[in-house]
Nanobody, 125 residues
Framework: VQLQAFGGGLVQAGGFLRLSCTAS????????MGWFRQAPGKEREFVSA?????????LYADSVKGRFTISRDNAKNTVLLQMNSLKPEDTAVYYC??????????????????WGQGTLVTVSS
């Protein structure tokens, strides 16, 4: 099983980035997918999650609601995180993850079975 996250980089405050995560070795559509982030010296925190199969249900952390959008493309085994209006406090390593639990459980990092390697997002002020 492999999850590969891409799309991180350096952007100015107010800018945007789109993260993508491609999975292999799993039946992608059967998994709920999530994004977490971890800033230096801080604990890993939930960012967003999308339900399995059609991805009709989504969850967002309050801190990103209205700015970030999660989506999935099962044909490409990919989950996307569109991040707009970025703020310096969004700076972190972003991780994608795959889990088999119901959506409500996907806020908890312990729920997830598989993790990607992380991609660094740096937002300058």
């Amino acid at each position: 099983v492999q999850l590969q996250a891409f799309g991180g980089g350096l952007v100015q405050a107010g800018g945007f980035l789109r993260l993508s995560c491609t999975a292999s070795g799993i039946t992608f559509s059967s998994y709920g997918m999530g994004w977490f982030r971890q800033a230096p010296g801080k604990e890993r925190e939930f960012v967003s999650a999308i339900s399995r199969y059609g991805g009709s249900s989504k969850l967002y952390a309050d801190s990103v609601k209205g700015r970030f959008t999660i989506s999935r493309d099962n044909a490409k085994n990919t989950v996307l995180l569109q991040m707009n209006s970025l703020k310096p406090e969004d700076t972190a390593v972003y991780y994608c993850a795959a889990g088999l639990q119901v959506l409500s459980a996907l806020r908890q990092w312990q729920t997830y079975r598989h993790w990607g390697q992380g991609t660094l997002v740096t937002v300058s002020s």
